[in-house]
């Protein structure tokens, strides 16, 4: 485990490697402040992320690093103004998986294309739990499979928005179990959660942040966790694969982005200092709380990871037929 003292030694040596990148890339760049521009509205895995990057990006840069939520036009807003915006390094796009992946399958008029940017850095991760109204009959991810083929067209399930992973998630998970469900898309996961704590919607497959305190508190009813391990914030739940659903895993990421066109040593310099800013021992822990997962890939790592995921869900989506409208 990183050690505050280790993470000192670290940051030393981070300052020198940054040091010896291009004479020109030192005075030009970071002289003014930063900004993350975010597709989502407060609350949620990718604001929340965007504000632990910041944080700590700030303290590694010497410089601020300010937050920015762009959320109009699902997302869109924020991907056009940062695919326009100078290549210089200083204006970011904080990415959500199942934007960047999904959309350019769902709508071929998108103010903006994959090609537009060059990855940075995959800076946090999280698992998604499928989560259900406490007046649902069923405690178990088998009795509620059981209960909506009892009950076809009955239910409905909340997302954050057409094409969000919760989305194209909610979707796969039908497809896998033969269930019908109606999709309420919401404009991010605080609406969302909203009406799924009142039982007007009664499932939510979505990120640990959105829900674990409802399920700590009782308020939703926890049935897996989709991914390998159990979640630490709430070690209770089971995974997909203890529940008996095998083989099923949802994960959303958040990565950095800049406008394509920014100079490598730009993005190199970037990159170097967003590891870093991860590995602090207080970025861990805030991320940890938050149930976010801290898990850094480089910019050639991430780059392979959205070409992989791209081709995944445009199956998904093409054989659920689900667009943006």
């Known amino acids: 485990m990183l050690t505050t003292r280790h993470f000192a030694i670290s940051l030393l040596a981070a300052c020198a490697a940054l040091a010896s990148l291009p004479a020109h890339a030192q005075t030009a760049f970071p002289n003014k402040p930063v900004t993350l521009i975010v597709p989502n509205p407060p609350g949620g895995l990718v604001d929340g992320s965007a504000r632990i990057v910041s944080d700590a990006l700030a303290k590694v840069l010497g410089q601020s690093v300010v937050v920015n939520n762009q959320p109009g036009g699902s997302g869109n807003v924020a991907y056009g103004n940062v695919a326009k915006a100078a290549p210089d390094g ?17 709508n ?9 940017f060059v990855p ?15 007046s649902i009959a069923a405690n178990t991810l ?4 059981a209960y909506v083929k009892k009950n076809p067209g009955k239910l409905s399930y909340a997302s954050q928005g057409n094409g969000s992973l919760s989305h194209m998630g909610t979707e796969m998970f039908k497809q896998r179990n033969g269930i019908s469900m109606v999709h309420i898309p919401y404009r991010g996961s605080g609406a ?4 799924v704590l009142s039982g007007q919607v009664q499932v939510f497959i979505t990120t640990p942040p ?24 709430i070690p209770n739940v089971p995974t997909t694969a203890e529940a008996g659903l095998k083989g099923f895993e949802l994960e959303a990421w958040v990565g950095i982005f800049a406008p394509a066109g920014t100079p490598p040593d730009v993005v190199a310099k970037l990159g170097s200092a967003i590891k870093l800013a991860m590995d602090a021992p207080e970025t861990k822990t805030r991320a940890q709380t938050a149930g976010i997962e801290i898990r850094y890939k480089d910019s050639a790592a991430l780059d392979a990871q959205v070409k992989t995921e791209t081709e995944f869900w445009g199956k998904v989506i093409t054989s659920s037929k689900i667009t943006m409208d």
Do not use: C
């Not at 200083?90 to 769902?106: D, E, F, K, N, R």
């Not at 969302?192 to 009406?195: E, K, L, P, Q």
């Open 108 to 116: 071929p008029k998108l103010p903006w294309a994959q090609k537009d």
């Open 192 to 195: 969302a959660i909203t009406d």
């Open 90 to 106: 200083y204006t970011l796009l904080t990415s959500y998986s199942a934007y960047h992946v999904g959309y350019p399958h769902m």
């Open 210 to 233: 959105s829900v674990m305190q409802h399920i700590q508190a009782g308020k939703l009813k926890g049935l897996a966790v989709a991914g390998p391990t159990r979640h630490s914030g």
């Open 120 to 134: 940075v850095a995959l800076v946090t991760v999280a698992t998604n739990v499928i989560a259900v109204h406490p």
């Open 142 to 145: 088998p009795e509620f499979i």
